[in-house]
């Protein structure tokens, strides 16, 4: 039954106030190409988040809907993503941490 509801990926970057991390190319950018990528795949929607205080710790948070487990596996696997992950030089030298939820 999981495979048929809503899954969620959350995915987290750690650092510091002095780690190299362009929100702007972030939202505008590297967003807009996830989802040009993966929606065929089932991705529904991506949306960031930012502390509101630059702190040691998470300083950002995605989260990627998809409409379900098999889309997160579809896309992950798909060919288009070799050039999401490489988008990430553009923004960040952080390495991101992925996280599967699953609504209670």
Excluded at 54 to 71: D, H, L, P, S
């Amino acid at each position: 039954m999981a495979d048929v509801m809503s899954a969620t990926v959350y995915v987290t970057y750690e650092g510091t106030p002095d780690s190299r991390f362009d929100r702007s190319y972030y939202v505008e950018h590297h967003l807009p190409l996830v989802m040009q990528a993966w929606r065929r795949y089932g991705l529904e929607s991506v949306a960031a988040f930012f502390p509101l205080q630059m702190q040691v710790g998470t300083i950002a948070i995605c989260e990627c809907r998809f409409r379900n487990e098999t889309a997160i596996e579809a896309a992950f696997g798909s060919p288009e993503t070799p050039e999401v992950m490489a988008d990430l030089s553009k923004f960040t030298d952080l390495a991101p941490t992925r996280w599967r939820a699953a609504a209670f």
